[in-house]
């Protein structure tokens, strides 16, 4: 066992899981893949030949949820084989992904597919923390004061304040007003790290955030980041659902994704402007350049510049899209329980 690598409180952990997943007391090779301070710990290790992800979680919390969620997933072929979990040691090994680029072309058909195949697997575990967009419509003492903090921060001028939550207000009373719609999610699919493409096949990783949501949360998040036009849209919903999407699946969609503007707008703007004063005049990637850009993983959101410049182009793509005919038709539609 390599304790220049492995946390040393962590190697009798790695040295079990090892022994359990292969009969072998030790990897062969290892290279450290931890992203960054305060992450997870992950590693490639090489155990007879093959390689495998080695993830250590550092951060606190039940691991009960999350490896349940992550074995379904596995079981179901959209997450690599989980060789070992251990919810004591927060240890898992599974298949190691060696990822390809994956053209936008080809994930419009095959990530709806996947989240369709996710979403119809049996009732993930609730959660007792969202990191969601679904967050926004959670009443209580935590979402008012994360709206309260933000309207209290000044980073965005009055007249867009006064938008934003004007437009939320009408846009979570609707929403609110909906039949739940839940199923077994994902819910960090924001990044495109979460999703490999091996050359053949398309696999969603760390499993971390995942409990049972509404299906939209996903949905919306992954096609803000990919969809880019009407053609486009028609043919994400057609790949998910099976066929042409009706009015109200259309609308709920539309409502869902604004909220996703919403949230990680909010977020992202908090966080990296730490209280000072962002820079508006400071020029902006178009919206879907910029998503482009992040897809292929040209774009990393450690610093505290580029979480602005992302909650700004949220920000923008949702300015413009909360002026539109199409915002108020979408309301339009849901507040109608029995109409298009």
């Known amino acids: 066992?390599?304790?220049?690598?492995?946390?040393?409180?962590?190697?009798?952990?790695?040295?079990?899981?090892?022994?359990?997943?292969?009969?072998?007391?030790?990897?062969?090779?290892?290279?450290?893949?931890?992203?960054?301070?305060?992450?997870?710990?992950?590693?490639?290790?090489?155990?007879?030949?093959?390689?495998?992800?080695?993830?250590?979680?550092?951060?606190?919390?039940?691991?009960?949820?999350?490896?349940?969620?992550?074995?379904?997933?596995?079981?179901a072929g959209l997450a690599p084989r989980v060789h070992y979990a251990s919810t004591e040691d927060r240890i898992s090994i599974t298949d190691f992904v060696q990822a390809v680029p994956f053209p936008v072309t080809d994930a419009l058909l095959r990530l709806p597919a996947a989240l369709r195949a996710l979403h119809a697997l049996s009732p993930f575990p609730v959660a007792h923390f969202?990191?969601?967009?679904?967050?926004?419509?959670?009443?209580?003492?935590?979402?008012?004061?994360?709206?309260?903090?933000?309207?209290?921060?000044?980073?965005?001028?009055?007249?867009?304040?006064?938008?934003?939550?004007?437009?939320?207000?009408?846009?979570?009373?609707?929403?609110?007003?909906?039949?739940?719609?839940?199923?077994?999610?994902?819910?960090?699919?924001?990044?495109?790290?979460?999703?490999?493409?091996?050359g053949r096949r398309l696999w969603l990783v760390d499993w971390e955030a995942a409990f049972q949501n509404d299906r939209y949360a996903?949905?919306?998040?992954?096609?803000?980041?990919?969809?880019?036009?009407?053609?486009?849209?028609?043919?994400?919903?057609?790949?998910?659902?099976?066929?042409?999407?009706?009015?109200?699946?259309?609308?709920r969609f539309y409502l869902m994704k604004q909220l996703a503007h919403m949230f990680y707008a909010i977020a992202f703007l908090s966080l990296g402007s730490a209280g000072e004063a962002i820079d508006w005049r400071e020029p902006l990637p178009a919206y879907y350049d910029f998503q482009r850009r992040f897809w292929r993983r040209e774009v990393d959101l450690a610093d505290n510049h580029s979480k602005t410049v992302y909650g700004r182009v949220h920000w923008e793509q949702l300015r413009h899209n909360l002026r539109q005919p199409r915002f108020d038709e979408a309301l339009r539609i849901l507040s109608n329980p029995h109409g298009s």
């Open 1 to 75: 066992m390599d304790d220049f690598i492995i946390p040393q409180e962590q190697i009798a952990g790695v040295t079990r899981g090892i022994k359990k997943a292969f009969g072998v007391a030790a990897f062969d090779d290892i290279r450290d893949l931890t992203e960054r301070p305060g992450s997870n710990r992950a590693f490639r290790i090489v155990v007879k030949g093959p390689a495998y992800l080695l993830r250590i979680n550092t951060r606190p919390g039940d691991m009960t949820r999350h490896f349940s969620c992550m074995q379904a997933a596995a079981e």
């Open 218 to 251: 996903d949905l919306a998040v992954v096609a803000n980041m990919l969809v880019a036009n009407e053609t486009e849209e028609q043919m994400y919903l057609y790949e998910y659902f099976g066929a042409p999407p009706g009015s109200r699946q259309v609308a």
């Open 130 to 198: 969202n990191t969601t967009c679904t967050f926004l419509l959670t009443k209580g003492p935590a979402l008012d004061g994360f709206l309260q903090k933000f309207r209290t921060a000044n980073i965005l001028p009055q007249p867009d304040l006064d938008l934003l939550f004007t437009r939320y207000t009408q846009l979570a009373a609707v929403y609110s007003s909906l039949d739940p719609d839940l199923a077994p999610s994902h819910n960090d699919l924001f990044k495109p790290d979460n999703i490999l493409f091996d």
